[in-house]
């Protein structure tokens, strides 16, 4: 049969490419549950790579699992057991996305289906009776974890037919027969809380497609995949169906102006259409899709609000439930802080962290979130909320008159950054669209290249009302010069810092940034992403040691940015922060899309040699690492304090805190060491290991708990317990959960984090010693130990040189 061949040959292919390169596709093997002698193979795609143009994938299939059995003539055959939807693009994200490309190239009808919020998981048949379900990329249960994705899935399945007097074996036939896959969203709070609400009555599996499991994506049509859902007992999700693109876009602009539709709050949409006639193959146009005629396409309308504010204050949450001392002494991320809303949410959840901390108890677990927020906002509709809020905006207003308001000319925007934050691509996307000038100090190629940087940025305002002085600006002198460079001119240009604060954990901005510039390999003017050697992370250790925080004297007024998010989110940010200053109008869904293709899109035009021979010499003449630790994503200081804030706590233990708080000994990129190499050749397998996962691009994070803090009249360490892979979907090789399998009691009981140190004098090794004193019962009258309640924390293993 030849699709039968032609899904075959796709697998080989991506065999092929995988050889090729592991970076664009790579595969993990799985034993099927209800078939242990099956192995499935799972695919997964660079992410990254979907937005290229052509595409360097046979497909754009997210999700795709394949099975080796014989064919007829006895030669091995692939088959496509599960078949995900094709990898689908926002409104002006990508040309064929456009608005005009979508009204040439697309025909009705065009189904809006809502946009669930949950985890993906897929259906399908291994046999005419044994089913296979799975989460996105991966099946079965996780090692030494709680239930996985797709097993929640699975029970959620079985409940759902036991529901509609239906059997697995039944499904199994039906599924095999047409060769489908049905595709549902796990909308269950009680395993995993995302932004929106699910009650008892909305929990479950919700039936959004089925698609055939071969190559090219053909999805079955709404009608079809409601009258599924209604006979096997899945949740149906609500669709409404539009005859033109122009009634699609008058529709989705007036539900985006609440992000309600029929009464309750909406994250998008999908829009379910087909590629129409004529052939698009091989013609010039741009804006036609990429797809055959006849296929299926979709494409997806978010809304931005209020998701990002309620995200805003789940991480705010998790900030105050983490520092337990004096209100006033907490550091809130300045991004989240902007809204209204959230400053009376500050207050209230401060509150009743003080008053019903049970409430929170599982906050950090990812559970009660949405009941917390629910329950301000109830509170915020009463006459005591509206009063608090009302009193907020007056005392807002207040302070606002007494500051003279000073008129502009033109405006310099100073983004306040490190590399990695996501700064050039920003304002790549700034100049797309609002046409702002926009001048890069990496593109200077000469010796003293700051003073030739101020320059070009005088140089644009001659032409430009705004210019981006791309640079990292990291140092107040950079912002010293810029001010000076303009402040003779009249009428006075604003500056309008664009600022991303350090205020997370800095092995997490270390984490955040050095991937990004990791995935963006080469394509950058001087610092390059080197997967061997990783020098481009000393590098960004060296810019988040130095930066120096904006004051607020040093600009006119500053857009806070989180370093966190996603390029989409960060633009969202910096425009809604920059037409509120400049009193411009916010751009429509669709140029925001295109202005974050040319984003994507963007490569330097001076990017040369010379900064891959700078990278080669660094990775060439790099050392081995002197040992191998885990890099916790914690604050220590904060974390620990509020433990040592109880009555029961030993006065040693708070008398030795205050002393090394108080000359700033406690560690402020904490480790956990797995191996050192005076521990060679012994541990040579796990120091193997170690080194295996340190040379991953992109390596598993590890969760961990803090299970004792422990210290002697010299050296305080806390022990670690319980490592687990923290996302099973990410560890694709399955390399996180095999290091966590083979990890031996006796080095799982020697882990800890040397906290901090009497003085210098004392060698941090000293805490190995201490922490398996203490385990055996020994460590001596003069040590002391409490037990913490709750303290978790992530990380990747790294090598490292001290």
Known sequence: ????????????????????????????????????????????????????????FPTLARGLFSVEEKGQDGKPLHRIVVRGYDKFFNIGEVPWTRWDSLQSHTKPPYTLTLKSNGCIIFIAALSPSDLVVTSKHSLGPTPGEGESHAQVGERWLRHHLEEAGKTTEQLARVLYDNHWTAIAELCDDSFEEH????????????????????????????????????EWGFIQTPSIELKTIADVQAFTEEV??????????????????????PPTDGRADSSASPYAPGSSFFFKIKFDEPYMMYRDWREITKTLLRHKGPANEVRLPKAKMKRPETQVYVKWATQQIKKNPGMFAEYNKGRGIIATREKFLQWLGSEEGKKEETALQQQSESSGHLTPVKKFGKTVIVPIAIPGVGKTSVAVALASLFGFGHTQSDDVKVKKAAPVFVKNVQKLLNNHDVVIADRNNHLRQHRDALREAVKGMD????????????????????????????????????????????????????????????????????????????????????VNGIVSVLGLQKPSREKMGEALAAARGYAPSTKGARAKVVEDKKAKSQKLPRYFGLLPEIDLENALGQQLLNADVPSTLKTFWEEVRNGHRIAGRPHVTIVHEKALPGELDLWE?????????????????????????????????????????????????????KLAEDIRSRL???????????????????????RRGKAGNGAASIPL?????????KGLMS
Not at 503 to 531: E, K, M, Y
Not at 712 to 736: F, S
Request: net charge negative; hydrophobic share 40%.
């Open 491 to 574: 009428p006075p240009v604003r500056l309008l810092a664009l600022n991303w604060s350090l205020d997370l954990p800095h092995s997490t901005v270390h984490r955040i940034c050095g991937d990004r510039v990791l995935a963006r390999g080469d394509n950058h003017q001087s610092l390059l992403g080197d997967p061997l050697a990783k020098a481009h992370e000393d590098v960004i250790w060296m810019f988040i040691h130095q930066l120096e925080e904006l004051d607020d004297n040093e600009v006119d007024v500053s857009v806070e940015m989180d370093l966190a998010e996603s390029l989409e989110d960060s633009l969202e940010r910096a």
């Open 256 to 277: 985006g102006r609440t992000g309600k539709w029929r009464g309750e709050a909406v994250e998008g949409f999908v829009v379910r259409t087909t590629v129409s006639e």
């Open 1 to 56: 049969m030849a699709t039968r061949s032609q899904d075959s040959q796709l697998i080989a292919d991506l065999h092929k490419l995988q050889e090729k390169s592991s970076k664009l596709v790579k595969s993990s093997k799985y034993s099927a549950p209800a078939l242990p002698e099956v192995t499935v193979e799972s695919w997964k795609m660079n992410e990254f790579k979907y937005y290229d143009i052509p595409s360097p």
């Open 689 to 741: 290991r170690c080194m295996a996962l340190h040379k991953m691009a992109v390596p598993p994070s590890f969760k961990l708990r803090l299970g004792h803090l422990v210290a002697n009249e010299r050296i305080m360490a806390a022990t670690v317990e319980d490592l687990q892979v923290v996302d099973v979907e990410k560890d694709e090789g399955q390399e996180g959960r095999e290091f966590v399998t």
């Open 195 to 230: 932004v929106l609400a699910y009650g008892p009555d909305k929990s479950g599996l919700h039936l959004h497609g089925i698609n055939e499991s071969t190559k090219l994506f053909k999805t079955q049509p709404p009608a079809v995949v409601d009258a599924f859902a209604k």
């Open 789 to 797: 309640e709750g303290l978790f924390a992530e990380g990747r293993v």
């Open 752 to 774: 800890h984090i040397t906290v901090a140190t009497k003085n210098a004098g004392v060698p941090p090794v000293e805490a190995k010693a201490l922490v398996e004193a203490w």
